[in-house]
Nanobody, 121 residues
């Protein structure tokens, strides 16, 4: 089955950096990466960064200038480089993608299990 797995989270001090990975595996005919999201307990899941149809990336105002999306298509992996981390960046980070498992099949919405990012002050 299809798996979408985030990794790279951990505990860092304020001002530090982390690089999150979102790797897709399994039977995948096609995949479209939707974006990176994060969620804090008691708060709605929010968009962090997402590619647009214009081959650019939209970032939440709170992370502009600090976070960057990149990808390695050969590895079916996307990354979120996070620099200058702040305590308010603490959250569970998720990647989201739309996947077709067979040619002509339905496109399903997949979420990874999430990876915890904790930034200490």
């Amino acid at each position: 089955q299809v798996q979408l797995v985030e990794s790279g989270g951990g505990l860092v001090q304020a001002g530090g950096s982390l690089r999150l990975s979102c790797a897709a595996s399994g039977r995948i005919f096609s995949i479209n990466f939707v974006g990176w999201y994060r969620q804090v307990p008691g708060k709605p899941r929010e968009l962090v960064a997402a590619p647009t149809s214009g081959d650019s990336t939209v970032y939440a105002d709170s992370v502009k200038g600090r976070f960057t999306i990149s990808r390695d298509n050969a590895k079916n992996t996307v990354y979120l480089q996070m620099n200058g981390l702040k305590p308010e960046d603490t959250a569970v980070y998720y990647c989201n993608a739309n996947v077709r498992v067979v040619s002509g099949g339905y496109e399903y919405d997949y979420w990874g299990q999430g990876t915890q990012v904790t930034v200490s002050s």
